[in-house]
C-alpha cells in the first residue's frame, strides 16, 4: 500500500523511529536498574511491622466506626494495636489510635482497664499537637463519665505532659488541659500535684483573652479552693488580684467560677485582708455590681460571697456605706432567700438597723412572707430580721405598719412547713404580741383559716413547745365579736387541749391554760360549755390543789437571812 510519502520521507521517519525505539529501551533499563538499586535500600524496604502497622489501621478504623461493643473495643487486639500504633513515630498512625480514644471516650460505659491507659501516655508525649488535643479531650470525656481513677491518671504521669499544653499557644489544646487538670484537681490527693507546678499557669491562662480558656482555668482554679491548704497556696501565688478582677469578665460562667472562688477564700478570716486589699472597696463594689446580673446564679454567688464576707462587723460597716440595702432589696424579689440571708447577717448588728428600718425594709420584709408561704429559709431570716428591727420602737411602728405579722400568720396553714419552723413561726408571733399595738393589730388581721391552723397545733401533744406557742398566741387575742365568731367553732377541741394543759405537771402549762380559759368564759358560748365539763372538775382539783399547796406554804416560817447564809 502506498504510503502517500516520497522515499526520502519515508527514510527519515524510519530513522526517527528507529531512533525513539532505541531511547525508550535505554530509559526502561535504567528505570530497572534505578528500582533494583533501591529496593535494596532499608529506605524503601516493605517492613513487616509497617505492613502489619497498615493493616492495623485498617483494622482499627473498621473497629471505631462499625462497632461500639465495649467487649470488642476493649478486647486483646484492640490493646496491641493501640500500644503499637502510639508507639509509632507516623504522625497518622497516632493520630488512628487518638481517634480510637476518642470513640471509646464517648460510647465506654464501664471503667477503662487500667492497661489501655498506657498508650494514653505516649500519645500526650506525641510531637504532633492535633494527637495531643484528641488525646487531652478523650481523656476529659473518660474523666467526666468516672471512666477512669483520677489518682492513676495523675500516678502515670500525665499531668505533666498536660500543664505542658498550657504553654502551646493553642486556645483548643488549652481548654482540653485545663479541663483535665481541673477534673484531677477535684480528686483531693491529686490537689498537691496539681499544686506544685500547676498554679502559675493556670493563673497565666485565667488572664487570657480567650474566653474558653479563661472558662476553663477558673474552673480550675475553683477546685483549688476546696481545701485549706490549697487555698492558702493559691492566696501567696497571687490568684485573688486575678479572680476579683474577673468578676468583670464579659463571660458569665468566668464571673461564676471566680465568684465561687473568692466565696470559699472567703470562707476563712485569715484571707480578709488581702481580699480587701485592693483600694477604693475594689472587691465590694464588684461584687455589687454582681449582685444586680441579669444572670440569676451570678448574683445570687455574689450574695453568698457578700454574706459570707459580712461575718467581719467592719465589712459590714463598710458595705452598709456603699449603700448595700437597696440592690438587695431589688434581689429580693429574683433571688430573694440569697438576698434575706444576708440582709439577715446585716441585722444582727445593731447600728444597721436604724438605716435597716427607714430603707423601708419591713415592708418588703412582709410583702416577701405573702409571696414565699412555704420556704423554710425565708420564713427562718424573716422571723429573725422582724425580731432585730423591732428592738427599736421605729422597728416596732414599721412592723405594725407593714404586712409583716400578717405574712408570719399566713406561714401556719402551710402543709410543707415542718414542726421546726413552725415552732419557730409561733415563737415569734408570740413575742411579738407581747406589745399592746401588735396584738391589737393580730386581732384584726388573723382569718378563720389561721385560727383553724392554731388550733389544730395547740394540740400536738408530741411537741409541747409547740402546742404551748399556739394556745399562748390564742390566749391573746382580743375577744371582740369577730374575733368570737372565729373561734366558737372550735370550742370543743380546744376544750379538750385545754384539759390536757391543767393535768400537765408543768406549771407553766397549767397557768396558760387558766389563763386562756379565763379569756374564753368572756363568751357566754363557753361558759355554758365548761359548765360540769370534766374540764371544769380538772379546774377544780387544780384550785383544790393550790389551795393545798398556799396552806402548807403557810405553815412554813420564813426563814431569817443568817440561817440561809451562814
Known sequence: MASGFCENCSRLLRKIAAHLLKCCRDVCREIRDVFRDISQCTCFKTAPERSLLRRTTQDMHSAHLLCDAETELLSNESLHALHRLAASEDRDLQMTAAMYYLHLSHHLTS???????????????????????????????????????????????????????????????????CACVTMLASSESNREAVMVDGVIPLLALAKSYDPKVQQNATWALLHLTQSDWSTRILCEAGAIPVLVLLLQSSDSKVQFHSCTALCNIAADREHHPKLLSMGGDFLLKSLLTLMSSTVQKNSSQACRCLQTLSKNVLIQEQLMELDCVLPLKA??????????????????????????????????????????????????????????????????????????????????????????????????????????????????????????????????????????????????????????QLLRPHYVAMMSYLLVFLKNKDVKFQQLGIVTIFNLKKDGDFSSLLANSELEVQLRKVHAQTEETRRLLQMIQPLSPSSVNP
Open 331 to 484: 434581689l429580693l424579689k429574683t433571688c430573694p432567700e440569697s438576698a434575706i440571708t444576708l440582709l439577715s447577717a446585716l441585722s444582727a448588728h445593731p447600728p444597721n438597723n436604724e438605716v435597716l428600718v427607714s430603707e423601708g425594709l419591713l415592708d418588703e420584709i412582709g410583702q416577701l412572707l405573702h409571696r414565699h408561704r412555704s420556704s423554710p429559709v425565708i420564713i427562718t431570716h424573716s422571723c429573725k430580721i422582724i425580731t432585730d428591727l423591732c428592738s427599736s420602737c421605729m422597728g416596732q411602728q414599721a412592723a405594725m405598719e407593714s404586712l409583716c405579722l400578717s405574712g408570719l400568720l399566713c406561714a401556719l396553714p402551710s402543709p410543707a412547713l415542718s414542726d421546726e419552723i413552725l415552732l419557730l413561726v409561733t415563737s415569734h408571733v408570740h413575742h411579738l404580741m407581747a406589745w399592746g399595738p401588735v396584738k391589737s393589730n393580730l386581732s384584726l388581721t388573723i382569718t378563720s383559716e389561721q385560727v383553724s391552723r392554731l388550733v389544730k397545733l395547740s394540740g400536738q401533744t408530741q411537741n409541747p413547745q409547740l402546742s404551748y406557742n399556739s394556745v399562748a398566741i390564742i390566749c391573746k387575742l382580743e375577744m371582740t365579736e369577730e374575733m368570737i
Open 111 to 177: 471503667p477503662l482497664p487500667d492497661a489501655f491507659m498506657e498508650p494514653v501516655m505516649a500519645l500526650l508525649l506525641s510531637a504532633d499537637l492535633d494527637v495531643q488535643k484528641t488525646t487531652s479531650l478523650s481523656l476529659v470525656n473518660l474523666l467526666v463519665k468516672n471512666n477512669v481513677c483520677k489518682e492513676l491518671v495523675t500516678e502515670m504521669g500525665m499531668l505533666v505532659p498536660m500543664l505542658e499544653m498550657f504553654q502551646s499557644g493553642d486556645a483548643t489544646a488549652q481548654c482540653h488541659s
